[in-house]
Nanobody, 119 residues
Framework: QVQLVESGGGLVQPGGSLRLSCTAS????????IGWYRQAPGKQRDVVAIINTVGSVYYAESMEGRSTISRTSGSAWNTVYLQMNSLKPDDTATYYC???????????WGQGTQVTVSS
């Protein structure tokens, strides 16, 4: 089992920045990638960014150029960060992290952290 805990969400004004954290514990050696996803009310959950074991990253078009995904150094999974800049009201959503692992189809999800962009 893998446990994920997100933090760092909150209320921010348009144009502001936030850094989200996703801390992994449990069977972290089985993780192949960790991604950030977001879900706004009434909408589907969409990918924001993903980082894998070797550090390769993927960004969704919606956040490319405005976000940076990174992880703590070292071979073991610990914390994955999502730095978000130039935030817009459309970025308002619950942000989740997900760990991909061959031990569980569909991966492991965290409980989410709310991000609200509003003046």
């Amino acid at each position: 089992q893998v446990q994920l805990v997100e933090s760092g969400g909150g209320l921010v004004q348009p144009g502001g920045s936030l850094r989200l954290s996703c801390t992994a514990s449990g069977s972290v050696a089985s993780i192949s990638a960790i991604g950030w996803y977001r879900q706004a009310p009434g909408k589907q959950r969409d990918v924001v960014a993903i980082i894998n074991t070797v550090g390769s990253v993927y960004y969704a078009e919606s956040m490319e150029g405005r976000s940076t995904i990174s992880r703590t150094s070292g071979s073991a999974w610990n914390t994955v960060y999502l730095q978000m800049n130039s935030l817009k009201p459309d970025d308002t959503a619950t942000y989740y992290c997900k760990a991909e692992s061959p031990t569980k189809r569909g991966g492991f999800w965290g409980q989410g952290t709310q991000v609200t962009v509003s003046s």
